[in-house]
């Protein structure tokens, strides 16, 4: 491996130091990939990481530190971490709030920025994966596959996703040995450029999302200029009144023995409970009437029993009187 020497930035006759505006740019970028949804917090940081990012690009290209001549093997590998500087871009670039700017504008801009840092990686052979928009053979192919087989581009990001959880955790396994003060020059070869294939399946993916949400913002933008007309409110559906049942006997057909279906209480309980509340208020005239004739024909049976005894006793005594 031939690997050229790493020139300081005084020996490029420039008091710019790319090591310092690298961890800048570096730190506003993982800061704002930790966020969580919605607008980003810190604009202000954006917007100047954004000029110390083109300045910093424009050094790293006037210094010619990569040349086409060369393989990644050749790159110093303190040189391989500018690879990302594009990705960079394109990350701040899909972020911030630009009101000169539309959102077509700004996805086609980060979409440049993410396909110049995979092409750069493709050239030094740093990612294995083809790129569509290069190969027009390439392309037809991943349009016939999207069209008639939705099977293998799931189990193609099914792929990326677990070769991207590998990196990850390469990653932090580096960066701690990294951290624990193992400078060795295999070591942060290895580091950077696990970090820009990581960054490389993000890219991918972030590229497929721009290709979602770019049809529907140029249609929003031709409806925000008059070249097309929205689509017409589909009227909801009038709401109506909520159906309850109410009825004790339309409760029972549907619950079984009533609402609730456990019965509470015994047959005696609640027939003293319908006693003593006047329950049977409406049927008690009904059923006293017979039960009072059958009390007096019962007491007129025992008084007619009485009255035969007392005749019959009178008799016994006289027949005794009449013997003695």
């Known amino acids: 491996m031939s690997e050229r020497n790493v020139k300081s930035d005084s020996e490029f006759g420039s008091d710019f130091n790319l090591e310092k505006e690298f961890r800048f740019c570096d730190g506003i970028v993982s800061k704002l990939e930790q966020e969580s949804g919605g607008a980003p917090t810190f604009s202000e940081e954006l917007s100047q990481c954004i000029e110390r990012l083109e300045v910093l690009i424009h050094e790293v290209t006037a210094r010619a530190l990569f040349s086409e001549n060369e393989t990644i093997d050749d790159i110093p590998a303190n040189y391989i971490k500018y690879l990302l500087l594009p990705s960079f871009m394109a990350t701040l670039t ?12 700004i996805l086609n801009k980060a979409k440049r920025y993410f396909r110049s ?16 928009w290069i190969d027009e053979d390439v392309d037809m192919e991943e349009r016939q596959v999207k069209s008639n087989d939705i099977f293998e581009l799931r189990n193609k990001k099914r792929r990326m996703y677990e070769q991207q959880r590998q990196l990850e955790q390469s990653l932090k396994i580096l960066q701690t040995q990294y951290d624990r003060g193992e400078e060795d020059d295999s070591l942060l070869r290895k580091l950077y450029l696990t970090r820009v294939r990581l960054s490389a399946l993000k890219a991918l993916s972030e590229l497929q999302m721009i290709e979602q949400e770019l049809p529907l913002a140029e249609r929003m933008l031709k409806i925000r200029s008059g070249e097309l007309k929205a689509d017409p409110l589909v009227k909801p559906p009038q709401s109506r ?79 005794t009187f009449f013997k003695v």
């Not at 899909?94 to 504008?105: A, C, G, L």
């Not at 840092?117 to 569509?132: A, G, N, Q, R, S």
């Not at 007491?299 to 006793?313: G, M, N, S, T, Y």
């Open 94 to 105: 899909q972020n911030i709030n630009n009101p000169t700017e539309t959102r077509v504008d």
């Open 117 to 132: 840092f995979l092409e750069m990686l493709h050239f030094y052979k740093v990612i294995d994966f083809t790129l569509p």
């Open 241 to 319: 009144p909520p159906f309850i049942i109410t009825r004790d006997q339309i409760q029972k057909k549907v619950f079984g023995l009533g609402y609730p279906s456990v019965p509470k209480m015994t047959v005696n309980e609640w027939y003293d409970e319908m006693a003593n509340t006047g329950g049977f208020a409406n049927s008690s005239s009904a059923s006293v009437v017979p039960e009072n004739k059958s009390d007096d024909s019962d007491d007129e049976q025992v008084q007619e029993e009485k009255r035969e005894k007392a005749i019959k006793w009178d008799e016994y005594k006289d027949c």
